[in-house]
């Protein structure tokens, strides 16, 4: 468009892409999104300091924030997004309620009042019936929900939902809705104009989440009829008509199916672009940040409802620092090689490079993987390839979980709903590390070792050539993979060599090593992968097999005595953020000690048994690495 960009940055993202992408970039302040990206009378002073005559905020931070956008608007800069009021009104779920009820809006049954005494609070529930969801009204990113299931929960799930709000957004306000078993989400991405004008750009499906979290979205639906997307794009339409809404938005309904019939509500309307946007982009042939500006120019909306038709079919996967194998716990570190493939109808966004580094500060999604095709399974199927032949290699990523979703049966039929990761994915016994991907990647890890070893000592010509009869004996090397132990033995032979691994033999050929890559054949079998070394881990990364982290050790770990007794520690790198016990304190067991946080998802350590806190190692605010001791207990 001809415009000049400006943008800031904390000291977390001083080496992003970024950074060097925009015309002007300007240091904002330190990590801590308080101090940076949240730092609402900052950002504007550098905006006028840059003669600034926009801002667009994103999908993250001050995004859907009323103040920000008026302080925009006070300071003659122009704020592109939807109008103060508009945000504020959709930014309490309880207010967006009532509005779109009084709309005509189809909304889930519960309650949504202002009286929010527990004792209404509970009579209010047994009207609404089992089960049902208590959300925090000014809650988002799916934090603050609360599934109940029966009476006898409903007073204590009341209390501690009410607190875990206060705690979270400083309001301990909830609605009660009616829980739908198995709902899938819908959404209809919406745009209007100053001047009345407000169309659908057709709906996004992103029922594939975990912890109420999008991590998978398509277009379109594989479930929606034609009629019934017409139906609900005017419902939407409706929905932002009812608030005045200008600029880019998106209103997100539960669909449900009752006796082969669909019924849908209303569940929340995003005042900002979305993460997901570029699938519509995909399907209408549409840039949505180009009609952001233009309508926040005070242009007319050229585009008319007829005009929309979807094209194709598009899908995105959020590729997060996280392991799927552990309860999505976020992972941090650096990033030592980020590689995207070339493909037809892939899209990739991202703000991370080789050498780049995840922080705990910030959301762990690191990447927007979108592909498009002329119909699903041609998307899917690219997605797929896309995803293998990713190279993200240095942190634990949820590449290969992607990856089994792609493949997964129910997911590639369109046969699913919002629970899909929970109840038809298990992942972590369904990953199968079999024998022969750890015996392939422990034999890659040994002979890079062993590369490196002959390349030096090709260069002390003056050794004698006796050293060499070392590879006629075995040699040993042991490694760790997550709990598990693994023992290698080898040795030269013709060429080649002989891996004895777990009892298992194996014959490996053809041996090729630059550049952080290795190929090799083994039984017969020729594969090509990444490998980097830092320190004594090994990151393997084969297109085939998935990602695997190696450590090389001198001897395995006696299991019993890493385990202090009575010890809690940081299960990832954090930062403390409430310490809720004293020394010499005597807690019950189950009782919450710390209060953690990383990456926007806060962490509770609870007493596993009865004690006295003995001594506490960390103080609020301060940053630990994984496995750093939080506090001694005596019990
Ligand atoms: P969506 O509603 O599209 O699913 P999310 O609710 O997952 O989006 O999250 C909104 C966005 O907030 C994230 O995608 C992320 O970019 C942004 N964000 C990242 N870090 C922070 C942070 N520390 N505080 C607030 N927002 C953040
Ligand atoms: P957030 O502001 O955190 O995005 P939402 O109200 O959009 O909160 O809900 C997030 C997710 O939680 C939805 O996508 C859906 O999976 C689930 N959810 C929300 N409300 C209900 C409900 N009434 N019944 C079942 N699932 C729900
Ligand atoms: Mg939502």
């Not at 904390?10 to 992003?16: C, G, I, L, T």
């Not at 801002?55 to 939807?82: M, R, S, V």
């Not at 501690?160 to 959404?187: C, M, P, Q, T, V």
């Not at 290698?488 to 550049?515: A, C, D, H, T």
């Amino acid at each position: 468009m001809g415009i000049r960009t400006v943008a800031v940055f904390s000291d977390a993202d001083r080496n992003s892409p970024f950074v060097e992408q925009a015309d002007i970039a300007v240091y904002l302040g330190e990590s801590e999104p308080v101090k940076s990206y949240l730092n609402q009378d900052n950002i504007v002073e550098i905006s006028l300091q840059q003669k600034v005559d926009a801002i667009h905020p994103g999908f993250g931070f001050l995004a859907e924030n009323a103040q920000f956008a008026q302080k925009c608007i006070d300071a003659g800069i122009i704020f592109i997004g939807p109008s103060p009021d508009a945000i504020a009104s959709m930014g309490s779920k309880s207010a967006a309620k009532r509005i779109m009820q009084k709309a005509g809006v189809p909304c889930v049954p519960g309650y949504q009042g202002k009286v929010q005494t527990i004792k209404r609070l509970e009579e209010e529930a047994l009207k609404v019936g089992f089960p049902l969801l208590l959300k925090a009204t000014a809650g988002g990113g799916g934090k603050g929900m609360r599934i109940v299931r029966k009476k006898s929960e409903l007073k204590e799930a009341i209390k501690s939902a009410k607190s875990e709000a206060k705690n979270a957004f400083d309001n301990d306000e909830l609605i009660i809705e009616k829980y739908i078993e198995s709902g899938r989400h819908i959404e209809f991405q919406i745009i209007g104009d100053e001047h009345g004008n407000l169309i659908h750009l057709l709906e996004r499906e992103c029922s594939i989440q975990r912890r109420y979290q999008k991590i998978i979205e398509e277009s379109p639906s594989p479930v929606l009829t034609n009629k019934l997307r017409n139906e609900m794009g005017d419902i939407a339409v409706k929905a932002g008509k009812a608030i005045n809404y200008s600029n880019a938005g998106t209103v997100e309904f539960i669909l449900a199916e009752n006796n082969g019939k669909f019924d849908y509500y209303f569940l929340e309307m995003n005042t900002r672009l979305q993460v997901e946007h570029p699938v519509t982009e995909e399907i209408t042939g549409l840039d949505l940040v180009q009609l952001q500006i233009e309508v926040a120019e005070g242009r007319k909306l050229k585009l008319k409802q007829k005009d929309i038709r979807g094209c194709g079919y598009a899908i995105e996967c959020r590729l997060y620092a996280e392991d799927a194998e552990n309860d999505f716990m976020p992972s941090t570190g650096k990033i030592l090689k980020w590689e995207i493939p070339e493909s037809e109808g892939l899209r990739v966004e991202t703000d991370i490079c080789s050498g780049g580094e995840v922080s705990i500060y910030y959301d762990p999604m690191i990447a927007k993987v979108i592909t498009y095709g002329t119909d699903r399974a041609i998307a899917h199927r690219k997605m797929e390839y896309a995803l293998k032949h990713l190279q993200c290699v240095g942190i634990t990523t949820n590449q290969d979980f992607l990856v089994y979703l792609m493949q997964h049966k129910a997911f590639q039929e369109g046969d699913y709903d919002t629970h899909f990761i929970k109840e038809k994915c298990d992942y972590t016994s369904e990953r199968k590390h079999t024998e022969n991907n750890l015996a392939i990647t422990s034999i890659m890890a040994t002979l890079l070792d062993w590369q490196e070893r002959e390349n030096k000592r090709k260069l002390l010509k003056s050794l004698s050539s006796g050293w060499r009869n070392n590879f006629y004996q075995n040699q040993f090397q042991n490694y760790l993979f997550k709990e598990k132990n693994l023992s290698v033995q080898y040795k030269y032979n013709e060429g080649g060599f002989i891996f004895q691994i777990e009892e298992q033999n194996y014959e490996v050929k053809r041996l090729s090593i630059s550049n952080n890559k290795i190929s090799l054949e083994v039984n017969g079998v020729f594969y090509q992968s990444t490998i980097i070394k830092e320190l004594n881990k090994y990151y393997i990364y084969t297109p085939e097999l998935g990602n695997y982290i190696l450590e090389a050790i001198e001897r395995f770990p006696d299991n019993e005595s890493e385990k202090v007794k009575g010890g809690y520690i940081a299960p990832m790198p954090s930062q403390i953020l409430r310490i809720l016990v004293e020394v010499e304190q005597e807690v019950k067991e189950g009782e919450p000690l710390i209060v953690i946080t990383s990456m926007k998802m806060e962490n509770t350590i609870y007493a596993d048994e009865a004690g006295v806190v003995k001594e506490i190692f960390v103080t609020e605010g301060e940053n630990v690495e994984a496995g750093f001791q939080l506090l001694l207990m005596d019990s």
